[in-house]
């Protein structure tokens, strides 16, 4: 099985030319980010994955940006969802990103959400995972299994450290849970979070050794599963990022860290961290 890592758009600031070159000479395989709506955009984003042999995975949200807006409807989502997808579609991408539904949703709207996306994932000719993110239908652990039992084609892209937050531990307490969806997952957000925070200050740092350590953990159960469902290829895009994500001094917010840094970090830890993992099987 082979690694492939992705450069998120989100918190970069440049061009997109810009993060091609970057994603390219870090040695990602890909970028990571929403899907233009403009043309020219499009036609920019388009250019630089084929000047630097880039692949892409293209991200969609529906009503609203990463937190939806609370009182849209099911249909409204699907409106969304369907926009993007055909959009998607003009870039070949590679696979596409749902961070969808809301967590404020009875069960049987997230189930009738999930449904129907699948279905116009099928109509567009394109493969579909739905994130586990704060704010959407995903946002825990046990919602998330009973979305699973219910639907078990649908595929997840998962995102351990919006789950850590909502349960405020290390969810080494649900595994479980994580071994019921592994086999469900089909892509990785790798963001180191820990019991009071998405987003660690930074990954290597001693004091967040458990964290990490616990996140590249449950990353191992993922790609034991894809291994065993034989798939060839497993893809993951560090997604460290800003927006509160990022931790800042107090008064002059000065960020503690670059982000790129962060995500190149993370992007070298996981290169020897699946060649271990491999190695170990």
């Known amino acids: ?23 390219r000479d870090a040695g990602f395989d890909g970028i990571e980010g929403p899907v233009p709506h403009g043309a020219a955009e499009q036609a920019a984003l388009a250019q630089a994955l084929a000047d630097y042999g880039l692949a892409y995975i293209a991200e969609i949200t529906t009503a609203g940006s990463y937190v939806p807006e609370r009182h849209a409807s099911v249909d409204q989502h699907l409106q969304d969802l369907d926009a993007g997808l055909s959009r998607a579609r003009a870039l070949n991408p590679l696979h596409v990103n749902c961070i969808g539904g809301c967590d404020a ?3 049987a709207d997230s189930l009738r959400f999930f449904e129907a996306g699948i279905a116009l994932a099928r109509q567009h000719g394109l493969s579909l995972s739905f994130e586990t993110h704060r704010g959407r239908s995903l946002f825990n652990p046990w919602t998330t299994r009973d979305v699973v039992a219910a639907l078990p084609q649908l595929a997840l892209t ?28 089909h892509h990785i957000h790798a963001r180191v979070g820990y019991d009071q925070g998405p987003q660690v200050p930074h990954p290597g740092a001693p004091e967040y050794a458990d964290a990490l350590a616990a996140h590249q953990r449950w990353w191992a159960l993922i790609w034991s ?5 034989g798939r060839s290829v497993t893809t ?36 020897a961290h699946f060649a271990d993992f491999l190695a170990a099987r």
């Open 1 to 23: 099985m082979q690694l492939k890592l992705f450069k998120t758009l989100w918190g970069h600031i440049g061009t997109v030319a810009e993060a091609a070159r970057q994603a």
């Open 225 to 229: 599963a894809q291994r065993a469902g």
């Open 158 to 185: 998962v995102d351990f450290s919006h789950w850590c937050v909502v349960c405020e531990r290390l969810i080494d307490t649900e595994l479980e849970i994580l071994q019921t969806i592994a086999p469900k997952v």
């Open 236 to 271: 993951m895009t560090p997604e460290f990022g800003p927006d509160g994500y990022l931790h800042c001094l107090p008064f002059t917010r000065a960020p503690v860290a670059d982000l790129w840094d962060l995500n190149r970090w993370i992007g070298t830890t996981e290169r």
């Open 105 to 107: 949703w009875p069960l």
